[in-house]
């Protein structure tokens, strides 16, 4: 499976964006997909996760301004992320989980100015 993510941009503080992660394949809805993001200088770390049956997972951080979603239909998870921060700036990836197996888009830059 391959993923490919987009929608990454400068934007300022306040500000929305929607980041895409499109599948090569159709994926379950039984199986867990998500965000994750690096900052300059920082390990990866969780954003958001979302699997059918469940209510989504978010980070601490980003709870109640980032909403994950799919659309199983196109193949793709999205990620609406609204009150953008300067701490907000990283590289953004999404991530499927298949049993044992982790595959990870290819991230997306995300630039909040202040």
């Known amino acids: 499976v391959q993923l490919q993510a987009s929608g990454g941009g400068l934007v300022q503080a306040g500000g929305s964006l929607r980041l895409s992660c499109v599948a090569s394949?159709?994926?379950?809805?039984?199986?867990?997909m998500g965000w994750y993001r690096q900052a300059p200088g920082k390990q990866r770390e969780f954003v958001a996760s979302?699997?059918?049956?469940?209510?989504?997972n978010y980070a601490d951080s980003v709870q109640g301004r980032f909403t994950i979603s799919r659309d199983n239909a196109k193949n793709t998870l999205y990620l609406q992320m609204n009150s953008l921060k300067p701490d907000d700036t990283a590289v953004y990836y999404c991530?499927?989980?298949?049993?044992?197996?982790?595959?990870w888009g290819q991230g997306t830059l995300v630039t909040v100015s202040s």
């Open positions: 394949r159709t994926i379950h809805s039984s199986l867990i």
């Open positions: 991530k499927l989980k298949y049993g044992s197996e982790d595959y």
């Open positions: 979302i699997r059918s049956g469940r209510d989504p």
